[in-house]
């Protein structure tokens, strides 16, 4: 009779290893291991000799930053999304594309379950599992640090390296580093280990060794760079006049990003699992993107729709934070935010120094802005006309002035 | 017989000063000028003077900056206000206390009547009669540039140059400068002439002597600084540990501020009165404040107060920009603000370097992020137990997971 | 040259006569006379010759009874919509129409402008006349009531009926009723006159007389009777087994509700013009639709989809009401309302009887209700584990115990 | 060695009777029973002996009817919460007062330890417990039926009636009814057994012994009877001129209301823990005074105010439903909505008949309905200019019109 088949979300990295050993004999089941290419760069080199070394059957290597980029980050940078006001959601919304993968994988292979390496403290394990419910519900999911038995055995990286050891699993001598990272395509976040005291500063000089994707503001250059991001629709279609993917978008703008020193957030932020940690992210081309996103929306979306969606970010960002891309509250909203995005066309050009993303201009062949309505100055057209504000003002004060008299005559 | 009198909200510049003699004669009335001080600086010396010569029964020059600190900035800036995802709401705060003095004044004074010099494009004028009408429905408000025979008298600034000659009119012989500006506690605004183009780049070096509070980015000192700002309930209540008042807090940030060039925004916006515009604003201050109290909060509030409280941002922000800051909705949104206050409470370190300001550690006796429950290391107190992960995850998968097997057998 | 042309929306009363006679004298123009049947029943009878004889130049009558039911009305039903707790917004939801008929039309025969006989103090100017706005800027309005020269020539129903026989207007010497009233597909709205006291009681057995769709509960059938709404996505598709166009259940609905004494409201509402008043309305069907529709959603919809529509409701409710109704912020709204439906599908069962609409049954071939989930019983599938409620609370509790931990020792 | 103590939620019947015995015996505990009136009536009669009968060494049977009604339904009430625009939340709201007092009764006591008898399939577990953290994080709380020890020691009702005899706990030989119930001063719930099905119509005569608090519309009085309800910011005081205490008005409007057949809801409903179920409600003076409220609220609150208010029902209500009642989030939205109340005061005239409640008047010594403003006929008092509609249109039409021409232009 054939084995069970498990897919494993797999890195190469000590734990995912050892998992994927574990897993193999716990379950005397096949291990196919997956890794997505989502832009975490040089990690992937001799992955698959490696997995198949550690036990896999097969292994499966796919570069999803294409659809990364277009199907997730960018629909989300519509919506304005910023999770607790600081927040870009950078390792948040790469996890539900995983969990997809992974699931087509595990029907293509008719394997029964998937597994991953997160731990049971953290969001990850709610992201991959909620995008599994909701893609999959007849899949399995094992999360092996949420097993009592795997926490017994591997009660710290030492039982870990033994256990590779002893298993012949190949691991790379690496000096642990004091905080743990994770890296794609829109972000590297950095937590725990040091991080986790509030008062430590990474911005200090001394700590400037633990960012990868930007130099500090103080080490980038004294000249300012002026770019230009044209928008169609609320998506990023090109930069300085050269068309661009949406991947290709992302990563000019990292580069000009991590150039600038733009992008870094420190921050305590409330996990879906209920407690707070510290997280530190760089996440320089999303906050390009981010902020000339909003510039151009001052251009060119309504005032309403604006404010109407304003009033959901929280609502939004609280999703893919807490891992329901796939649920059918995320498809309700992105229907209101892709019918709010319909204007959102122009060109904006900003000025990056040292850290700062400075607005230099913003213009829209569908701009909502009509200069001779604002204007100070006389209006040829007439557009306005300012003794139309005495009954707009009458009005809205009608019921202020009815609750006022009220009040004042029931002192 | 006694003459009306008019209260009129005066500021010793062209346009209040013809509107002062124009009232007097038109309405055959005493005009008694009020000024307010809110932080414009410079501009009060002479004032009272002034507007007697040019007819002014009685002049008020109150200081309200203390009062506009305490009870209007500080009670704003605990609700995370931010219009439109960008702007601090400067001149919409101060607006509704200039009402509230005027109407006070009024009733002390037996005046029938208040003025004011705001046009009938703007947000200003909404905002003043708007707070009147909410505080005080029986008294009258005038507004000359949304009188027909008056606009008609001052097609241009020529005829009112020449109406305050013929009047004597004591006028300062000032170049007019290309856009206007307002100027308080809180921040200076620009707007309109060369500004009413969303192309111009007022970021530009050639620019650079327009902006009065802040050094450019560019221009600000190469050493980094380091403050910390302690905050009680939601307040700064002191810096560097130095207990102050809230009109000390927001003296000190400005000049901190000002020097590392920070808190300048240039922007499109959404008028009440129903059309775009655009603004440039310094706000240099109230942008470290706005920084350090939501890293405060990131510290020391629940998750899903905050959650409660952003989804009201939008909200709370329209209403002050629109002028309903005495409005019960913004009182009953004031309530659900401060209760969300009660427990922010600590101190922020921030690094301020060129415009950015940077996070360098948070702390509080009060703070609501447990590293034992965080942290990936052992936790001895057992305050979390990572199994428990699953059954939440189970828990929230359910509706998902039933929902997608709903749709898949109905494919 | 030409005449100008105005289209007027015409109902043929007193009000609309004088104004058509009134509109072609004072502008010297061409009136197109235009009347919407939007379910209002025997009003239209003779319209035509009347308009005529009362001097336009060509007569609209156009029967929109089936675009209001399928584009207007059920699109609304979808969203919940329900004024300030109470309204139906029968009333609002068909001005939209009219208005945009009326710009087709306008377009149509090169009008310039169109003019309506609403008063300045309601809200259907508002809804008339945003409408145009957003759908024809360049259309012109004429709102005579609004109009000084005109109130003034018309200070009251005397000096009409003055004009009238003046100009040969034909006009029915109808008794005027105590309260006026406004009829559709979806509802009869009662307002003003006797209506204007709060504390006067239409539901008392004395005025009984003014409902027109239904008859008073007290005098329903004393047997209950059963129906079967049929839902699509929704929409409501059939009525007891019979396939049904929207306008053909609306219809229906009308009759059974009105049978059974259904969907009278008293109430005090506010306007957007700023005052409150009082309204009475009859809305037999829709208030089947109502109930039935959110019994069906109660099986069929996803909880957080649920939530977050709901959320919305008082804000769709205004959009509507207030006469939003072409804005983007409407259509961003409807974008999220239609995504919402996606799965409201099945049938709904209610007992009609004297006043109740009481639930008595719902199914569907994709209800997410699951009884092997719920049940108390023995679950054979085992999909819910009643140890994950464990890790589900305690996490859910974390914060509040850590909240709670830091309140306690600061006591 | 004194032994540990355990509080439990002890209501006499065979569950809580099987559990206080088991409780004692696993863990060699001295078990307090507490016993909350929250109006459940006839239950509570014999218990004290029971209780000590089946081993308990204290027994707490606390009347807190009083503060059920003034600090949890009065407050409730006045947000307007609606679960899903159905359910006024009778159960939810009653589970956070009773764990109270079991915190209070555990501290008094020293016990270390409080348990309940609640499913873990249901919301009740939840509510008990995150009341309990919220109020008492150091104090552990016992589910048995969460632990699978206790579930495989009793798989059915049959092992719980061995157990009881064979430790002598006395039981009532109970016919099982075939659904169940939960009962106190604001409704019963019917749910599960025969209800599981949602095409069960429990409406329906045959069924009609299982509702207690009620007659059904059809066996109710065929003579409408008027009530007058008198609310004080937003609060019930008075009933028919009689001042009553907010017990005393749920008492009366109970009578009143199951008298009249009022207050019946079926429905589906969406658990917090994730599932759907189907529940039956008789909630005759809560429908009552819900509906009195809103009425109220109609003529005296700010249409803002209301608003606002309005737009967070779903989150209160949701937030009521799942439990968190003591959690600072709810605590945030009640300053809210009581600052929303200080004006809802007045007097409504309801008619009860056959399951409608009628509004039959409305009146308030603060009223902000001004029927001078309103009116359609002359206004002496001039407080509303018709012209004034023309400049409040034009203003909120500009953005439209705006939107409009640009897509006109683009087309």
């Known amino acids: 009779m054939a084995k069970e088949k498990i897919v494993l979300a797999y890195s190469g990295g000590l734990d995912t290893s050892v998992i994927l050993k574990w897993l193999k ?23 698959e000799e490696k997995a198949l070394a550690t036990g ?15 199907d997730f980050i960018f629909p989300m940078f519509q919506s304005g999304a910023l999770y607790e006001g600081q927040y870009l959601l950078g390792t948040s919304i790469a ?77 790379k001598a690496s ?57 169609e629709q609320g998506n990023c279609i090109a930069l300085n006049g050269e068309r661009l993917s949406p991947l290709q978008v992302m990563e000019k703008l990292n580069e000009l990003g991590g150039k600038h020193g733009i992008g870094r957030v420190d921050m305590v932020e409330n996990r879906f699992v209920g407690m707070k940690s510290r997280g530190v992210y760089e996440t320089p081309g999303g906050t390009i993107l981010f902020t000339a996103h909003r510039k151009m929306e001052s251009l060119t979306m309504d005032r309403e729709v604006m404010n109407l969606r304003d009033s959901l970010i929280a609502r939004y960002s609280t999703l893919v934070y807490n891992g329901f891309w796939f649920a059918p509250e995320r498809l309700a909203l992105q229907a209101l935010v ?7 066309t122009g ?25 001779n309505i604002a204007t100070m100055e006389a209006d040829p057209t007439q557009a306005y006309d300012q003794g139309d504000a005495t009954g707009f003002i009458h009005l809205n004060a009608l019921r202020l002035k009815v609750s006022s008299g009220v009040e004042q005559s029931h002192k």
């Open 25 to 47: 004999e716990t379950y005397d089941a096949e291990i196919i291991a997956f890794t997505a290419d989502i832009g975490q760069k040089d990690e992937l080199d001799g992955l």
């Open 56 to 70: 896999a059957s097969k292994v499966y290597i796919d570069d999803l930053r294409a659809e990364f980029a277009q």
């Open 95 to 171: 996890r539900p594309l995983i969990a997809k993968r992974m699931v087509e994988i595990a029907r293509a292979e008719g394997a029964t379950a998937i597994a991953h390496g997160a731990t049971g403290k953290g969001n990850d394990q709610v992201r991959f599992e909620l995008a599994a419910a909701a893609l999959a519900p007849e899949i399995k999911v094992i999360a092996p640090w949420r097993i009592e038995e795997f926490r017994n055995q591997f009660p710290g990286r030492a039982e870990m390296i033994a256990y590779a050891e002893e298993h012949g699993i190949p691991v």
């Open 175 to 231: 000096a642990a580093k004091p905080y743990s990272t994770d890296r794609n395509l829109l972000h590297i976040s950095y937590e725990s280990g040091v991080l986790e005291d509030p008062w430590f500063d990474p911005s200090a000089p001394e700590n400037k060794d633990m960012y990868l994707l930007s130099v500090s503001p103080e080490d980038a250059p004294d000249q300012a760079e002026y770019i230009e991001l044209e928008f």
């Open 338 to 344: 892709t019918e709010s995005q319909k204007n959102v």
């Open 347 to 371: 060109t904006v050009r900003l000025k990056l120094y040292k850290g700062n993303i400075i607005g230099a201009g913003v213009k829209s062949p569908v701009s909502l802005y009509n200069p």
